[in-house]
């Protein structure tokens, strides 16, 4: 998925005295304290953490307390979600104007009215909300789904996502996954309307690849379970 990514960093872990008996466990605590949250210095929010001491010495600090630093080495795997970007997340809410979707289990996402495309029509089925496409019936988006959507504008502060399903390669996942010739070719149609030429374009190889990821899901879990065990 685009707005993840892997990267190595050097950190310094200040720890109080009363934590040189048990190094090790106040290190991970302290990291654990950056998981979920926007992080400036690596442009991205911290989502699970790998950490290497690089030497059994550490740096005294002097004052009344000398703290003592610990110098890392940390993989850790980022996300940073920009506008253009292709996200998946479970949808929680569906309304009349807009629907509402959860990425990793963290980060909220909502698709306004305008941001849905024409051929999505918003239904009540069997008392339950959904949105249910007019050129391809057994498109629908309900309570559940795993929407795929493309990133408008995303608030690193409060974690919220603004998305669009205007694209021909957005909505409920599953089925853009199983239906790939229907959609695209009518995204190709389009884009040869557009045009106004005679040679209809190919479609994005690269968007066509792709394939819902799941690595980073188990990550996410991980990461939470180290939350919990060092909150």
Wanted: proline share 4%.
């Amino acid at each position: 998925m685009e707005a993840l990514k892997e990267c190595r960093a050097n950190l310094v872990v200040y720890l109080h005295p009363s934590k040189a008996k048990n190094p090790n466990e106040a290190i991970l605590s302290e990291l654990s304290s950056l998981l979920f949250t926007y992080s400036e210095t690596f442009n991205g929010v911290v989502l699970a953490y790998d950490p290497q001491i690089c030497s059994p010495l550490a740096k005294i600090l002097p004052g009344i307390n000398p703290y003592f630093g610990v110098k890392l080495k940390a993989s850790l795997l980022l996300f940073n979600a920009k506008p253009d970007m292709l996200l998946e997340g479970e949808v929680v809410k569906i309304t009349p104007q807009s629907i509402h979707a959860v990425v990793f289990g963290f980060s909220s996402a909502c698709i306004a009215d305008e941001d849905i495309r024409d051929d999505f029509k918003h239904k009540h089925n069997d008392g339950n909300e959904v949105f249910v496409s007019r050129s391809h019936k057994k498109h629908k988006i309900k309570v559940g789904t795993i929407l795929r959507f493309v990133v408008k504008s995303c608030d690193e502060e409060i974690l919220h996502i603004s998305g669009s399903l205007i694209p021909d390669h957005t909505g409920s996942a599953r089925w853009l996954d199983r239906n790939l010739d229907e959609w695209s070719q009518g995204d190709s149609t389009n884009k040869k309307t557009k045009n106004g030429e005679g040679v209809e374009e190919k479609p994005d190889n690269d968007r066509l690849a792709r394939k819902r990821e799941t690595f980073s899901d188990e990550q996410v879990k991980k990461a939470k379970k180290k939350r919990k065990e060092h909150s």
